[in-house]
């Protein structure tokens, strides 16, 4: 078994997650394929509004080689208008329905911060994956409830809503910052019995650019938790404003940062561009093979 080392000693790598009763093994990394059923997404908004052209995209994400579609219904872009649970959740039960009737064996995750959320998309649809970009920061519920219906969880690094996230952040040292965030997280986590959890530096989320290209500088050293870590670079500013591009035109940046995460350590790509993606984690995993 391959083990993560700390201060304190070792924790076991665990490569593994518990969903819908089976257990996905993350023997090699791993793709997860971005369906954002919002009008305002910084990439994609008003993309994806009718359950056509929603399945039409998670049948894509699916043949282009992802194990998981990652469901958003509500933007958490920097500047994003927050909308009501209400509406989150209008526009997340027929989505999740839909690709959960078309396709049974597809692994979800959604993508919300809210407690509410998460109890009614599993009472439509059971098992999942939550994906929280406050890392339980936003709704004091979050926890208790994943740790209710024994969820695979996401543990996301933000430090403001997206209103305001991007007011001047400051860090100490960002990488030692998060990692503390998420030392205290995953404890709480682990003390309500929640034994799936995936960390995300949360790269665009209340960072600079500086801060993003530290952090994926030193994305190995997130694997002291032993866990999988996830990195989510797909088309964001880090990439196009460095190269006075437009986000249109960032896909070959992203494979470029992607590859770099998955030298890394990373154990899952969250993308909007699924098929490079995958060919990346391909080559790195012959790469690594002969090596």
């Not at 257990?23 to 997860?32: R, Y």
């Not at 959890?197 to 030193?218: M, R, S």
């Not at 002291?224 to 070959?252: C, D």
Request: net charge negative.
């Amino acid at each position: 078994m391959l083990f993560a080392q700390n201060d304190k000693g070792f924790y076991p790598k665990k490569n593994t997650l518990n969903l819908n009763g089976k257990l996905i093994e993350m023997n090699s990394p791993v793709v997860m394929g971005i369906l954002n059923v919002t009008p305002d997404s910084f990439y994609d908004g008003g993309v994806y509004t009718t359950i056509y052209s929603i399945l039409k995209r998670a049948a894509q994400i699916i043949q282009e080689g992802a194990m998981f579609i990652d469901i958003g219904a509500m933007s958490t872009r920097p500047g994003a208008v927050e909308i009501s649970s209400k509406e989150e959740i209008e526009r997340l039960l027929p989505t999740v329905r839909a690709v959960k009737q078309e396709f049974p064996e597809v692994f979800i995750s959604v993508d919300t911060y809210r407690a509410e959320v998460v109890e009614t998309v599993y009472n439509e649809i059971g098992d999942f994956v939550v994906n929280d970009i406050s890392g339980g920061t936003f709704d004091m519920k979050m926890f208790e409830t994943v740790a209710r219906f024994h969820l695979p969880y996401i543990l996301m690094h933000t430090s403001e809503k997206s209103k305001t996230m991007q007011d001047c952040p400051v860090y100490q040292d960002v990488v030692k910052d998060i990692t503390l965030f998420f030392a205290a997280q995953v404890q709480k986590l682990r003390l309500l019995g929640v034994c799936d959890i995936i960390i995300d530096p949360g790269f665009g989320f209340g960072k600079t650019a500086t801060h993003n290209y530290q952090l994926l500088n030193h994305l190995d050293s997130f694997k002291v938790f032993g866990l999988p870590v996830l990195t989510g670079v797909s088309r964001k500013a880090m990439i196009w404003r460095e190269l006075n591009i437009t986000p249109a035109e960032s896909l070959n940046g992203t494979t470029v940062l992607n590859t770099l995460a998955l030298t890394g350590g990373c154990d899952i790509l969250r993308v909007h561009d699924v098929k490079e993606a995958v060919e990346a984690v391909k080559l790195i995993c012959k790469i690594k093979s002969i090596s």
